[in-house]
């Protein structure tokens, strides 16, 4: 009796198909950041879900690979899209930090969909392997053929099956809005319900074909990015940085050593200034205090334009000193008025 009881209160594969499809629809429609709380709790929860109707459905064992969807019943068509489903919601986890793992894994159920319906015939439309394995099939056509040429033809098709799948997908969402309320309400017959899962599972054969366009451009730039990452940090490793060799400016170190070593010791007189002050005897006790501090104005370097007038300046005194000598000299032996013959009696 209890075993019984148990079995009544586990939920069926319907309404776990039904709860996971309604959590997913909220969270497409919502206002609220995908990354916020609640919307990521509605995720797992449908999620969470979902990897229940899987496992009871693989115990179950309801489809054959043999099988068309025609001989599907009309009621289990609805659990082919069970892969896609997880799919969307894997997508719509935020705040982990292996981002590449859930494109993986999210383009992994959408491929295990898209194998499913392919083999079902559900519609008419090829694998994304089977394009890229197409091309690698015959590689001596891809090597002799232009590349320019082929990269245009090659997204000329893609933009044309984008657009068709776009077409499609409107026409299906349309006959899809018509088709609901009955189908939900029970009053749809079986042919209606049939026509509705199978629009259903079309819908999401479109959906899928395009989140995996999406998810293996993402998944290119975070491996470029990651490479790109892993070389810059090996080529800057702080063990294979060249030291660091100091730079010293030249006319900062003459200036340090003629007037100190910057504000606030700078000069505040000439050389001449000081020069006149000290002939005058004004020095003051602070001039003189630098003085003994100061190197000697011997080490000082002249610079080559004031060489000229510093050595016609010495010749100047030189022969003015002369001169005042030789009239000394002239004034001993000669007294005064000496030539002056104009009062002569």
Known sequence: MAAFTDEQQKPKLRELLETGIELLEEVETTTQ???SKQIQEKVRKA???????????SQLDLFSRNEDWEEIASADLKYLMLPALKGALTLKLVGTNNRLHLLQDARELFMNFLTQSHSYHVA???LP??????QESNPAAAATSDT??????AMASQRQAKIQRYKQKKAVEQRLSSLKS???????????VREYYLLQLRRWINISLDEIDSIDQEIEILRERDSFGEASVSQASPQERPPLKPFVLTRSVAQAQVFGAGYPSLATLTVNDWYEQRQKGEVSSSVREAERQAPPLETLSVSEPEKPDLEQKEEEDENALHRMQEWDD?????PRGYGNRQNMG
């Open 33 to 35: 950041p995908t990354g």
């Open 47 to 57: 999620l969470k879900h979902l990897e229940k109707a899987s496992e009871m459905l």
């Open 124 to 126: 008419e439309f090829q």
């Open 129 to 134: 392997w089977a394009q890229s394995s197409s």
């Open 148 to 153: 320019l040429e082929h990269n245009l033809v």
């Open 182 to 192: 009955a189908v939900e309400s029970g009053e749809a017959d079986d042919e209606r």
């Open 330 to 334: 002239w004034k001993d032996t000669h």
